[in-house]
């Protein structure tokens, strides 16, 4: 087994992803597409493209192939075809208080740059064999087998070859992972961590590690959210408060970069305090308000 493992960088990324050739049983696999049109090297040679989830810094690459076979989730499919990527960012853009009409110029940049990317991707599916994940054929040959890993977002999936993980964006080094759900996490981690069929680490961004080098990583992730949760229920009142208020106390001198990250962050950590019925959420209102259930 032969594993390389390419960086791609594109505006707005903050850092490198990385994709993966994976050489196995006769057949190369691409774990993921990469942030750049330019990512894919020896295309030809690709037997079927496995993608982890929709998010375009590991999908962009695909909207330069064409004819080949790319395995994804029926959830990662939906998430292109139906341009939830442009109703998910308007919705954290609506969230503080803004809409695709009024964003700051800085967010309105980034926006319309995904937005961009996202479109090419999904143009490019038409153009290429798409395969659900249970119905590719190195999965139902027991070569590749996965696992939903829901959190980061609500499409991820984890692949394992041999005992090599690939896990996308969930396990990445210095904590740095934006999640949905923070719950639906820590559930997707340690479903992952009971299993005894991987040994060896290659995620989305960063370096390559072995699995007892990577809990200090999760650690240092799960144990970053659960301040960052605590702090935010602490800036909650039973007042309405505007969710933009909440996330400038929540997160100080960032960049225009890190703001939006810092915002679609904020919504996951929302939305998981609204599912333990800790916080009621206004989502009619631009901004949404925000208000600590009684009790």
């Given at each position: 087994?032969?594993?390389?493992?390419?960086?791609?960088?594109?505006?707005?990324?903050?850092?490198?992803?990385?994709?993966?050739?994976?050489?196995?049983?006769?057949?190369?696999?691409?774990?993921?597409?990469?942030?750049?049109?330019?990512?894919?090297?020896?295309?030809?040679?690709?037997?079927?493209?496995?993608?982890?989830?929709?998010?375009?810094?590991?999908?962009?690459?695909?909207?330069?192939?064409?004819?080949?076979?790319?395995?994804?989730?029926?959830?990662?499919?939906?998430?292109?075809?139906?341009?939830?990527?442009?109703?998910?960012?308007?919705?954290?853009?609506?969230?503080?208080?803004?809409?695709?009409?009024?964003?700051?110029?800085?967010?309105?940049?980034?926006?319309?740059?995904?937005?961009?990317?996202?479109?090419?991707?999904?143009?490019?599916?038409?153009?290429?064999?798409?395969?659900?994940?249970?119905?590719?054929?190195?999965?139902?040959?027991?070569?590749?087998?996965?696992?939903?890993?829901?959190?980061?977002?609500?499409?991820?999936?984890?692949?394992?070859?041999?005992?090599?993980?690939?896990?996308?964006?969930?396990?990445?080094?210095?904590?740095?992972?934006?999640?949905?759900?923070?719950?639906?996490?820590?559930?997707?981690?340690?479903?992952?961590?009971?299993?005894?069929?991987?040994?060896?680490?290659?995620?989305?961004?960063?370096?390559?590690?072995?699995?007892?080098?990577?809990?200090?990583?999760?650690?240092?992730?799960?144990?970053?959210?659960?301040?960052?949760?605590?702090?935010?229920?602490?800036?909650?009142?039973?007042?309405?408060?505007?969710?933009?208020?909440?996330?400038?106390?929540?997160?100080?001198?960032?960049?225009?970069?890190?703001?939006?990250?810092?915002?679609?962050?904020?919504?996951?950590?929302?939305?998981?305090?609204?599912?333990?019925?800790?916080?009621?959420?206004?989502?009619?209102?631009?901004?949404?308000?925000?208000?600590?259930l009684q009790g």
């Amino acid at each position: 087994m032969e594993i390389k493992r390419i960086e791609s960088y594109n505006m707005p990324l903050d850092r490198p992803a990385n994709n993966y050739i994976v050489s196995f049983e006769g057949e190369k696999y691409l774990i993921d597409a990469g942030a750049s049109q330019n990512t894919i090297i020896d295309i030809d040679k690709i037997d079927y493209i496995l993608i982890t989830h929709s998010h375009w810094d590991h999908t962009f690459g695909i909207s330069g192939v064409r004819g080949k076979k790319i395995c994804m989730s029926r959830e990662t499919y939906d998430e292109i075809v139906n341009e939830r990527f442009i109703e998910n960012t308007e919705r954290i853009a609506k969230a503080f208080g803004y809409n695709s009409n009024s964003l700051p110029k800085y967010a309105s940049g980034i926006m319309n740059s995904m937005i961009s990317y996202y479109n090419k991707v999904r143009k490019a599916l038409d153009q290429n064999d798409i395969i659900m994940t249970d119905e590719c054929k190195p999965i139902q040959e027991g070569l590749v087998s996965y696992m939903k890993c829901y959190g980061h977002s609500y499409d991820h999936v984890c692949y394992i070859i041999k005992n090599h993980l690939f896990p996308g964006d969930n396990i990445l080094p210095g904590g740095n992972i934006t999640l949905l759900d923070f719950f639906e996490y820590n559930k997707s981690m340690i479903n992952l961590y009971s299993r005894n069929d991987w040994d060896y680490i290659h995620p989305g961004h960063g370096p390559e590690i072995k699995r007892n080098e990577s809990v200090t990583w999760l650690s240092d992730t799960i144990t970053g959210k659960i301040r960052r949760l605590l702090t935010l229920i602490s800036f909650i009142n039973h007042e309405w408060t505007p969710a933009d208020k909440i996330l400038f106390k929540l997160y100080r001198n960032l960049n225009d970069l890190l703001i939006f990250v810092a915002a679609r962050s904020m919504l996951g950590y929302l939305l998981s305090l609204e599912s333990l019925k800790l916080v009621e959420i206004n989502k009619k209102q631009n901004p949404w308000l925000i208000r600590k259930l009684q009790g």
